[in-house]
């Protein structure tokens, strides 16, 4: 009898770890993707491109007028109401709009308060210098690309703004690079943004262009989630990103 309780118990002595074991660790946060505003382009090889970031303040109903190359708006505080094509849209923050080039647009500043927003073209170069939104807005130029983006091909493209989140703590994703080019504005947050082996901060604010054959890498290593703006051109049909670096060309 006593041989028995002995082996009852050193039984469930032996079952206590297989409860623990069970236990399945909670995944990690995904990255976040939201495409904000997208178009197609047939072509991008009449004449060299490049990319070019504005920031624009608008007074409490204020209005201006634009009409420059093809660009995506986003609005960063307030609201601005959107006059095009004759229809009217009203952008509140965290939203954004394409406005083709060559098409003028009237823009309002909505709710009373001051409104706030980027706008990034896609640009030829003899409309690098030219304004872009009138009087009486506030016009601040925030980057634009010294030498045409390289390497884009003939046919489609696809051009868009992405909003991008990556999680706290995030480890540095594997070294990658973009089949046509990206220009990040950093919302957010802090990147670690990894180039030829450096490491660099890239807080926000920042304005990070990556061409075509720029293999890089890209973490979150602080305790808040880093929030950025992609604009972004790649070819139709082929993914934005590719892993690794390009292939050489023979």
Same mark, same amino acid.
């Given at each position: 009898?006593?041989?028995?309780? %002995?082996? !009852?118990?050193?039984?469930? +002595?032996? $079952? &206590?770890?297989?409860?623990?074991?069970?236990? /399945? *660790? =909670? @995944?990690?946060?995904?990255?976040?993707?939201?495409?904000?505003?997208?178009?197609?382009?047939?072509?991008?090889?009449?004449?060299?491109?490049?990319?070019?970031?504005?920031?624009?303040?608008?007074?409490?109903?204020?209005?201006?007028?634009?009409?420059?190359?093809?660009?995506?708006?986003?609005?960063?505080?307030?609201?601005?109401?959107?006059?095009?094509?004759?229809?009217?849209?009203?952008?509140?923050?965290?939203?954004?709009?394409?406005?083709?080039?060559?098409?003028?647009?009237?823009?309002?500043?909505?709710?009373?308060?001051?409104? %706030?927003? !980027?706008?990034?073209?896609? +640009?030829? $170069? &003899?409309?690098?210098?030219?304004?872009?939104? /009138? *009087? =009486? @807005?506030?016009?601040?130029?925030?980057?634009?690309?010294?030498?045409?983006?390289?390497?884009?091909?003939?046919?489609?493209?696809?051009?868009?703004?992405?909003?991008?989140?990556?999680?706290?703590?995030?480890?540095?994703?594997?070294?990658?690079?973009?089949?046509?080019?990206?220009?990040?504005?950093?919302?957010?947050?802090?990147?670690?943004?990894?180039?030829?082996?450096?490491?660099?901060?890239?807080?926000?604010?920042?304005?990070?262009?990556?061409?075509?054959?720029?293999?890089?890498?890209?973490?979150?290593?602080?305790?808040?989630?880093?929030?950025?703006?992609?604009?972004?051109?790649?070819?139709?049909?082929?993914?934005?990103?590719?892993?690794?670096? =390009?292939?050489?060309?023979?």
């Amino acid at each position: 009898m006593q041989f028995r309780t %002995t082996g !009852l118990l050193l039984l469930g +002595a032996m $079952a &206590l770890p297989v409860s623990g074991t069970a236990q /399945t *660790a =909670p @995944a990690p946060p995904a990255i976040t993707r939201t495409v904000v505003a997208a178009t197609k382009l047939p072509t991008v090889t009449d004449v060299p491109l490049h990319f070019k970031a504005v920031s624009i303040t608008l007074q409490a109903d204020e209005k201006c007028g634009v009409s420059a190359a093809d660009g995506i708006l986003y609005q960063l505080s307030g609201s601005t109401e959107v006059a095009l094509d004759g229809e009217a849209k009203m952008l509140n923050a965290g939203e954004g709009l394409f406005i083709a080039g060559g098409k003028a647009a009237a823009l309002t500043a909505g709710g009373g308060e001051p409104s %706030t927003f !980027l706008h990034f073209f896609l +640009a030829p $170069a &003899l409309d690098l210098g030219r304004p872009v939104e /009138t *009087a =009486p @807005a506030a016009v601040i130029e925030l980057y634009r690309t010294a030498t045409p983006i390289p390497d884009l091909q003939p046919g489609g493209y696809d051009l868009n703004l992405t909003r991008v989140t990556f999680p706290a703590r995030m480890p540095s994703n594997p070294p990658h690079h973009r089949s046509g080019a990206a220009l990040y504005y950093i919302i957010s947050g802090t990147g670690a943004n990894t180039i030829d082996g450096k490491t660099e901060a890239r807080g926000p604010g920042s304005l990070i262009y990556e061409p075509y054959a720029l293999v890089h890498r890209w973490g979150n290593p602080g305790n808040e989630p880093l929030v950025f703006l992609a604009f972004n051109i790649n070819p139709e049909g082929v993914a934005a990103v590719l892993p690794g670096g =390009p292939e050489k060309k023979q």
